[in-house]
């Protein structure tokens, strides 16, 4: 395969580029020191040790103990692990997330649905932000465990974390949070958070796909959900993936480096991206909380434009940016994310996320910013959902904003009857 032309990537939060240190830290253990970590003879056991330094820096990152942190295929595999062990240890039966998590909650609550089992889906507010009261009120006697995504892949909108599990603790109840876009974007304090479970995965933040990891504070109950050999303490059985888990320890090096260069240099890119594309193309509106919110992320609404045409023509001239969670991508529903935060369903098919990184530069910020106007213009031109055709009321936003507020105060007469 040859490499590809020049793109210009703006879809870090569907995946990163693996850094070149990471590729030069893992081509050892891909072609020489290949041992199972497991065995007893020194070419595994020397692989061993280098599985355990990757786990002293991944733990660095998210300041844990390395003996609280367990290596997995992936994000989802991390988010399903947290809520099967709490639905097994407690044996409870309820568990409450929100409906803008990532397809690795939503569809893993849905299986868990159709087996008995409850799970309450949180709503939020039109600028994507979480209502603690009604969390508080959501938490029952039979609830096993809460599940909330720190920071929203489509819209970087941050959920305040720390007091979802204060909350929690105050009544009993496990915790966890998707943490899968924040490396290198946030500090990420487990002690300071106090969740008893966090997951990560490595391909967010220039490692290889293919690893995660699960944050599991000490002295919490587990029952694995990979269940086979001793592996990972007991906590995830299969062959550790000795080249992938060694690439994630120096990306989380790399990660607590880029830390001030995301916040600000990164932050300064995404900024003018989006003032840019807001004060020059006429009927555009950014989708989410200005702040909090991730220093990469920029989600836009195009009106009378459809997503997927813009991304298409962006594609034609190397740009690389999303509809939403790539996982979700040839879905032709609107983004559930947005759905969920009354976004008017024409709007939101429009609504194009761009989630910079590292290595954007001006100048690339500068080739989006010539290509993507004349690309709205045309399909502008060409749209049947252009407001020139009189009768058009798809884009009826302070109707469907009007509902949306309508639905949440009815959710709260409910709650305030059930309490
Ligand atoms: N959670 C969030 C917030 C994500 O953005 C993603 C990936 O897009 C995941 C979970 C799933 O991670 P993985 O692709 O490693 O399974």
């Known amino acids: 395969m ?49 599985v355990e330094q990757a786990r002293e820096q991944v733990a ?7 003996k609280e942190v367990t290596f997995t295929s992936c994000g989802t595999e991390s ?48 600028d994507g932000s979480l209502d603690l009261h009604r969390l508080e009120q959501a938490i029952r006697p039979d609830t096993a465990i809460v599940s909330v995504m720190w920071a929203n892949n489509e819209t970087g909108v ?21 943490a899968v876009q924040t490396p290198g974007k946030l500090k990420i304090d487990v002690q300071q958070l106090g969740v008893d479970f966090l997951s990560l995965s490595a391909h967010k933040l220039h490692a290889p796909k293919g690893i995660g990891l699960l944050y599991v504070k000490r002295r919490t109950k587990f029952s694995p959900y990979v269940i086979g050999g001793h592996q990972e ?33 990164v932050r300064a890119l995404r900024d003018r991206l989006e003032n840019h594309i807001l004060s020059h193309i006429p009927n555009t509106v950014r989708n989410g909380a200005k702040e909090p919110r991730l220093p990469n992320t920029a989600n836009v609404a195009f009106d009378f434009v459809e997503a997927e045409a813009v991304l298409m023509l962006l594609d034609q001239v190397g740009i690389c940016a999303s509809s939403g969670s790539a996982c979700t991508t040839g879905s032709l529903d609107p983004s559930h994310v947005l759905t969920a935060m009354g976004v008017n369903p024409m709007r939101a098919r429009g609504s194009v996320r761009f989630s910079l990184g590292i290595y954007n530069t001006d100048e690339e910020v500068d080739y989006v910013l010539k290509h ?24 009826d936003t302070a109707g469907a904003r009007a509902k949306h507020e309508q639905d949440l105060a009815i959710a709260k007469a409910e709650e305030v009857v059930a309490a």
Request: a negative charge.
């Open 372 to 395: 993507l106007p004349p690309i709205i213009q045309k399909l502008r031109d060409i749209s049947p959902l252009n407001p020139a055709h009189p009768d058009n009321d798809a884009y």
């Open 233 to 265: 303490r007991g906590r995830r059985g299969g062959t550790e993936s000795v080249a992938n888990i060694v690439g994630f320890g120096r990306a989380a090096v790399l990660a607590m480096d880029s830390l001030s260069e995301e916040n600000s240099r």
């Open 158 to 178: 941050i959920f305040p974390i720390e007091e979802v599990a204060a909350l929690c603790r105050s009544k009993g109840v496990l915790c966890h949070t998707d």
């Open 79 to 126: 988010n399903n692990s947290a809520i099967h062990s709490a639905l097994v240890t407690t044996g409870k039966r309820h568990v409450v997330t929100t409906a803008v998590e990532h397809s690795a909650n939503i569809n893993f609550g849905e299986f868990l649905q159709k087996r008995g089992y409850e799970v309450t889906y949180l709503p939020v507010e039109s």
């Open 60 to 66: 660095a990152l998210i300041h844990s103990d390395p």
């Open 2 to 50: 040859n490499a590809p032309a020049k793109i210009y990537y703006f879809d870090n939060n569907a995946t990163t580029r693996v850094a070149p240190e990471v590729v030069d830290a893992m081509v050892p253990f891909l072609r020489d020191f290949w041992g199972n970590p497991s065995s007893a003879y020194s070419f595994g056991a020397q692989v061993h040790t280098h």
